[in-house]
Every structure is written in structure tokens, then in C-alpha cells.
């Protein structure tokens, strides 16, 4: 199983990055899919979860009204839309899945990603 997030980068602050996670789960729409952040120094978090449907999601607070969580099963692919982004946002984003739903603690997945660096500049 290899989930494989890309589209990191370096942003001004304000700016947006759309990140994306492909999956090669056989039945990704099986799985209940999330994006966590990892700043250097601190641990990692919870930014955003979607069902397996698409029909609920799960926001962090920090992050509610500016990021969007997507998916599409049929590409077997999430997404992560970051809108207004600021510098405290610097992080390596992961993708995650889990068998469940939307879950917010990250020893409920199973399966992760490499990461993908998210830098915001002021």
C-alpha cells in the first residue's frame, strides 16, 4: 500500500497550495482518508478527515474556513485545498487512511504517506 502526497511548496503568506494523495488501495473507497501536519519541533496533528464517501468532513479548528478537503474514488486521490495560508501553516503535510471514517487521532490510521513540505513565508 503507498499513499504518495505531492504538491508542497514554498507560498507568501495569503497564498493557496492544492496538495493531493494518491493511493494505490484497492478499495480506496473503503477507507476514510486524512491530512495531519507535522511543524518542526512540535507533534503531529489532525488538519482535516473526509468519509469514505465524500459526504462528511472534519476540520481542525486552526484550519476551518480556509482549508478544503476533497476526494475523488474514482482516481483514488484526496485532496487538501489551502486557502489564506499562514506562516504558522510551515509544516510537512501527511495523508493518512484508516478503515473506519473520519477520525481524528492519528493512531487510528493505518496506512501514511511520505509528506510533503508546506513552507509559508511572511
Known amino acids: 500500500v503507498q499513499l504518495q502526497a505531492s504538491g508542497g511548496g514554498l507560498v507568501q503568506a495569503g497564498g493557496s497550495l492544492r496538495l493531493s494523495c494518491a493511493a494505490s488501495?484497492?478499495?480506496?473507497?473503503?477507507?476514510?482518508m486524512g491530512w495531519f501536519r507535522q511543524a518542526p519541533g512540535k507533534e503531529r496533528e489532525f488538519v482535516a478527515g473526509i468519509s469514505r464517501s465524500g459526504v462528511s468532513t472534519n476540520y481542525a479548528d486552526s484550519v476551518k474556513g480556509r482549508f478544503t478537503i476533497s476526494r475523488d474514488n474514482a482516481e483514488n486521490t484526496v485532496y487538501l485545498q489551502m486557502n489564506s495560508l499562514k506562516p504558522e501553516d510551515t509544516a510537512v503535510y501527511y495523508c493518512?487512511?484508516?478503515?473506519?471514517?473520519?477520525?481524528?487521532?492519528?493512531?487510528?490510521?493505518?496506512?501514511w504517506g511520505q509528506g510533503t513540505q508546506v513552507t509559508v513565508s511572511s
Open positions: 488501495l484497492r478499495t480506496f473507497s473503503a477507507y476514510g
Open positions: 493518512a487512511a484508516n478503515r473506519v471514517g473520519v477520525r481524528i487521532q492519528a493512531n487510528l490510521y493505518d496506512y
